[in-house]
T-cell receptor, first 119, second 110 residues
Framework: KAGVTQTPRYLIKTRGQQVTLSCSPISGHRSVSWYQQTPGQGLQFLFEYFSETQRNKGNFPGRFSGRQFSNSRSEMNVSTLELGDSALYLCASTLRLGGDLSSGANVLTFGAGSRLTVL | GQQVMQIPQYQHVQEGEDFTTYCNSSTTLSNIQWYKQRPGGHPVFLIQLVKSGEVKKQKRLTFQFGEAKKNSSLHITATQTTDVGTYFC??????????FGTGTRLKVLA
């Protein structure tokens, strides 16, 4: 089956602009998590969505937002871009995060990421 | 908030040497997962540990979950050049998020 698809793969923006990133999870997966990866900070949790509901949000400013659609596809938006927002944005889908933690339903399958450069 | 630390941050080994990375959480974990990220790639799932004191093996890789479920380790026996990458642990303690460790970057010298 197809993997997790993220678009666009690369993008360059200037400070003050906004950006929208898209994530299509594996078919049947209902949970989508977003992470920001930078060399200095590693993988930082942004938010998690399940059935169009945000169930958790990381410690990021309000400029970072997201949503999930009824088909489980998810988008994240960053407004008023800053230089420090340059990063690889990764989304990961799971069948169902939480629940039986011994099952494979909690395995995160990552997309290839969207690499954002802010100039 | 919850933190997951990994040591070492970097490790260079000669091909054939062993390698170990350690993961420590500030809170008790419900389960822990390990991922590998090749240079230029994305994290790929390796294994999941759930039980206190659990040990799992995958060929040359041995994974352990501590008795207190606050630490874990990954040991690679006789490293190969294909083992190059960054290894992350990721801990789950509820609230629908995995917290990733800081990662250990492994370089294998042929």
């Amino acid at each position: 089956k197809a993997g997790v698809t993220q678009t666009p793969r690369y993008l360059i923006k200037t400070r003050g602009q906004q950006v929208t990133l898209s994530c299509s999870p594996i078919s049947g997966h209902r949970s989508v998590s977003w992470y920001q990866q930078t060399p200095g900070q590693g993988l930082q949790f942004l938010f998690e969505y399940f059935s169009e509901t945000q169930r958790n949000k990381g410690n990021f400013p309000g400029r970072f937002s997201g949503r999930q659609f009824s088909n489980s596809r998810s988008e994240m938006n960053v407004s008023t871009l800053e230089l420090g927002d340059s990063a690889l944005y990764l989304c990961a889908s799971t069948l169902r995060l939480g629940g039986d933690l011994s099952s494979g339903a909690n395995v995160l399958t990552f997309g290839a990421g969207s690499r954002l450069t802010v100039l | 908030g919850q933190q997951v630390m990994q040591i070492p941050q970097y490790q260079h080994v000669q091909e054939g040497e062993d390698f170990t990375t350690y993961c420590n959480s500030s809170t008790t974990l419900s389960n822990i997962q390990w991922y590998k990220q090749r240079p230029g790639g994305h994290p790929v799932f390796l294994i999941q540990l759930v039980k206190s004191g659990e040990v799992k093996k995958q060929k040359r890789l041995t994974f352990q979950f501590g008795e207190a479920k606050k630490n874990s380790s990954l040991h690679i026996t006789a490293t190969q050049t294909t083992d190059v990458g960054t290894y992350f642990c990721a801990g789950y303690s509820g609230t629908y998020k995995y917290i990733f460790g800081t990662g250990t970057r492994l370089k294998v010298l042929a």
